[in-house]
């Protein structure tokens, strides 16, 4: 895959978090103390594993994912990694369990997170490698990587590796609560370099003390090459050099959870700029990929969505 905005023939590797996700959909507010009924279903997420199989999902042919699990559920999550076409290599912590998400969603598919970090956020420094970049043309960080002291080391590893390299790094801010907890300049010293940024409008609110999202993604733009502010059921905004430079709407969708509907927009978006797209155009595509997204349950597409199910090499 040759594209002017990534390396020729480069892949995308992704950094991040795999995530075994709980999902409780409910029609009725909860009933404190006693009973509510709810579809609850068990599947593979985690925002980093989510945007990766949303890359293969969208196109992108070389997926490569570096994450940490437990033993508990590592075969597991390889097995539906590799049917979504993902090259994963899952570091199993012999200490931490796989992480766990309880994802609460509502009537309105929004969705309240209860986090178990587990393995995700133990990534220990010595399994990064710049050899790891070998044919890459992107590089990934999930922005919970940021938020511990045990997996910020290798993210501040893997990012100087890149820059070194010449190959452009994304980061999605991924929680505005873990954010906030650790503050927006901590945040914003460690990513310094990255070529994007991905935060929702809440993120971008919180990085820039701007309550306008445009506003907040013009100023991001002026740190980093390029901002992309996801504002849910309105879109996204698309910023470079201090200026809001498209606004892109939302494509139309039957939400029935929002779970990992910005881990598709990432996935797609990046898929498209290692494919040759320019920030809008990608953006277009996120767009589309996070409608998608809403209109079934979990953050991953079905794997029996796909044009081929099964490894790609």
């Known amino acids: 895959m040759t594209g002017r905005h990534g390396r020729p023939g480069g892949g995308l590797l992704v950094i991040g978090d795999v995530v075994t996700d709980v999902v409780a959909r409910y029609g009725t507010p909860l009933a404190h103390g006693t009973d509510t009924a709810a579809e609850i279903r068990t599947l593979p997420g985690g925002a980093g594993a989510n945007a990766a199989c949303w ?22 999550h390889a097995e539906r990694l590799r049917r979504a076409g993902v090259r994963a290599r899952l570091v199993v912590d012999a200490r931490a369990p796989t992480a766990m998400v309880i994802c609460l969603v509502d009537a309105s598919a929004e969705r309240t997170l209860l986090t178990d970090s587990g393995a995700a956020l133990r990534l220990p420094p010595a399994e990064w490698s710049p050899e790891l970049l070998d044919g890459v043309g992107r590089l990934h960080l999930s922005g919970y990587l940021f938020f511990a002291d045990t997996s910020r080391p290798l993210a501040l590893a893997a990012l100087g590796s890149a820059l070194e390299r010449g190959v452009p790094v994304s980061v999605d801010p991924a929680s505005a609560g873990f954010l906030k907890e650790l503050g927006a300049d901590r945040f914003l010293a460690a990513v310094a370099g990255v070529e994007t940024l991905l935060p929702n409008a809440d993120e971008a609110r919180l990085l820039t003390g701007l309550p306008d999202p445009a506003a907040a993604a013009a100023e991001l733009s002026r740190r980093v090459p390029v901002a992309v502010v996801t504002l849910g059921g309105d879109g996204a905004l698309v910023a470079e050099r201090g200026a809001v430079t498209a606004r892109i709407p939302a494509f139309p969708a039957r939400a029935l959870d929002s779970t990992g509907a910005g881990d598709a927009f990432t996935g797609a978006f ?25 209109e079934f349950p979990g953050g991953r597409p079905p794997l029996t969505d796909r044009r081929a199910d099964g490894p790609t090499g």
Request: aromatic share 2%; glycine share 14%.
């Open 270 to 294: 990046l898929a498209a700029r290692l494919d040759g797209s320019g920030p809008a155009h990608a953006a277009e595509a996120g767009c589309r990929a996070g409608a998608r997204a809403v």
């Open 55 to 76: 890359a293969a999902h969208s196109g992108c042919t070389d997926v490569r994912l570096l994450a940490g699990v437990g033993a508990d559920a590592r075969d597991w």
